[in-house]
């Protein structure tokens, strides 16, 4: 069984830890794919920041010196895909006006041919020509041409650069460089570290003269886990939930293992506590079917004597499991009369059996006009044990000690000895039911109800039982019971 036990508690901690587990590897990609998804989001954002940026500066007159004309031819090699070769002209303003004018003599007609003959005839002053081999498509070329021709009028800085990304609400570290080749996307770098996660975003802001920006930024952790705090908290409490509904499960086998003990021990320790008063009357009755020893007066008295006190003992046994099966203390009929304690506690001590090789001292110090109001049978039953307990747990030599005071209608009574003393890891315990600490764990037969029992009784009286006890120097009871 206790293996088995051993078993259940090695795979529900190796459960917990596996669901533990599984729930911090699901929270780290749920933790990622929230990152991700918020360097997507941005990457998106700066894409159309940028597009707004570059077609509010076509629809301006950004540029009162020069005029543009982009040409666009596609060359088709048989044995290989197709490419493009883009040509910007930069003309002068000034020779333009001059040339075709602005004459209200003049039809349309003449001025449109005078503006044609510009622009096929007259040198520019600025012309630039792009091989674009790698070019997605046509219209991708068109577009370069118009980024390339911004560029070359409004040249992007990093101040333009951040004071664009900055509507995102950015805080952004920029840096200009040019490849090696034509990139016409996008590209986006992801983050690489779980607490500081920075990501970078590379801008083709001029595709045709392989011009390139590249912004790097960092991700407040703790605005994704802001964004997860729902499901940071649903995992958390479902975790807490599962894992105590396990802690559950394996403290009832183990609470189910110990009243097994416990039972088990029960029965054998009531067998061995019946069998001593049961042999007593076996021998007192074969004693009575002897005439010889039956003739005999102060024989004859022993044996009674001896089966009177086996019955007693019968009897005070069962009345103990009796009581201690009460589920409630008020369940326990007292009789109350007034005692004389201190004569009741004499007897106690003249029916006393004292162990052969041990001494044992008592001293009564209650006073002789000390009368209580309890119930005898009960009261009797707990300085009874209380005495017993002294005589069993202790050394050869001990001292046992009765005090007994009154005071505004609170009878005090104190027994204390010089034995053995309780551990002080103990003392919380011994007043449970079937508890039975370092001493009681040897050789002492006993089932753990002595204190219990004792505890039961005093609470049915409406009174407290306390412990005072250092280990190998003795122990000392403390009793108050309300008088009426």
Known sequence: MEKRIKTLYIITIAAILTFLGMQVYWLYGRYEASLSEQEDMILAAVQTEMEDYFNKKRTLQWNDRFLTSYTLSTVRDSLGPRSFKAEIRWFDREEYNRFVGNDSMSTLEEKNKREKSFWDDWIPKIRKTYEASNAPSEGDVWTAMRKADIE?????????????????GLNVESRFFETD????NYSLTRHSSLLNPRAAIGIPYSELEKKRAEIVFSIPAGDILNGMWGTLAVAVLLSCFLILCLIFQISTVLKISRLDKLRTGFITTMIHELKRPISTLKMSVSGLENERMMSDPDIKKEMLAETRLALDNLSAYFSKLRDITFNDVEQIPLNLQLINLRGMLNDIIESTVVPAGKSVKFINEIDESMVVSADPTHLNNILNNLVENAVKYSDANVVIK?????NNGIAKIRISDTGNGIPAGELKHIFKRFYRGKAGSGDQPGMGLGLAYVKLLVDAHGGEITVESTEGKGSCFNITLPQE
Not at 181 to 184: D, P
């Open 181 to 184: 080749t034509m990139v016409w």
């Open 402 to 406: 009765a005090e007994a005071s009154e």
């Open 152 to 168: 070359f009028s409004v040249p992007m800085s990093p101040h333009r650069l951040d004071s664009i990304i900055s509507v995102i």
